[in-house]
């Protein structure tokens, strides 16, 4: 090799794209036929981590006897704000029944994340029922099942209205990604959400929760540390991280002031 020649490098491979993820399909919701099932009711929550808004819970219905795929239909949060408008109303045609429960900001800060959760997933199954679909067994996603009716008397007892879910549920991690129920639960619920945090973003525009949807951005964030709290927010968290605490007569003052 001449002098200060250098040795010819190897061209480089183009970087692999990451496989996108397989659509949700209706496999696992059909396991359930055996046992006799045929309504099964997907469950998702949307705004469980928000710092302003409800928390909201969809349930998607379908009839394991006939339920044929839906097309382009994935977990919420792979979707685009276009495309989950789009496929909203196809979810709630392809649906057997269909509905979506909120528990506002305040009703969270007096029962607690999971107690709400439950009371606006219990709102949604009522009108399930109401439309005349009691389902044989729910799927729910994650590893915790907060839908059914607490076991012991809490503050949660006295909103809830008579009828409460008493199906079967189960629980399975990341069922919003794999599961076509779920995934379709979680679509409309989104998209619920989504309408009435630009409903409240009306009264209160600083906070860009047109765009935020409630969640802590850095506008978000600065917002809170310049006008404080509004009605929405879920004062009995911790905000801005302990930056700002809430005091019992509504005052507001700065951590360690």
């Not at 970087?15 to 996108?20: E, F, I, L, Q, V």
């Not at 012991?152 to 794999?178: G, N, R, W, Y």
């Not at 969640?215 to 930056?243: F, I, K, M, Q």
Request: glycine fraction near 8%.
């Amino acid at each position: 090799m001449p002098a200060n020649t250098l040795p010819a490098t190897a061209a480089k491979k183009p970087a692999r794209k990451p496989p996108a993820a397989k659509a949700p399909t209706l496999r696992h919701e059909r396991t359930f036929r055996s046992s006799g099932v045929r309504y099964l009711a997907g469950v998702d929550e949307v705004g469980r981590g928000a710092l302003a808004g409800p928390v909201s819970v969809g349930i998607a219905v379908v009839d394991l006897e006939c339920q044929k795929p839906l097309a382009g239909v994935r977990d919420s949060k792979l979707l685009s704000a276009p495309e989950r408008e789009r496929l909203e109303p196809l979810v709630r045609r392809w649906s057997v029944a269909s509905a979506v429960g909120h528990a506002s900001a305040a009703e969270i800060d007096a029962l607690g994340i999971i107690a709400a959760l439950r009371l606006a997933g219990t709102r949604a199954w009522n009108t399930v029922v109401a439309a005349g679909i009691t389902p044989d067994v729910v799927l729910l996603d994650g590893s915790h099942n907060w839908l059914s009716p607490s076991g012991q008397p809490s503050l949660f007892d006295e909103p809830v209205q008579e009828i409460a879910c008493e199906a079967p549920v189960h629980t399975k991690v990341k069922a919003d990604m794999q599961c076509l129920s779920v995934a379709a639960a979680s679509v409309i619920a989104k998209v619920e959400r989504d309408q009435a945090m630009r409903a409240l973003h009306s009264e209160y525009p600083g906070f860009g929760w047109d765009v935020n949807k409630g969640y802590a951005t850095a506008l978000h964030r600065e917002a809170l540390r310049n006008d404080g709290p509004t009605p929405y927010h879920r004062v009995s968290w911790r905000l801005l991280g302990g930056e700002l605490e809430v005091l019992q007569d509504g005052e507001l003052q700065e951590a360690g002031a």
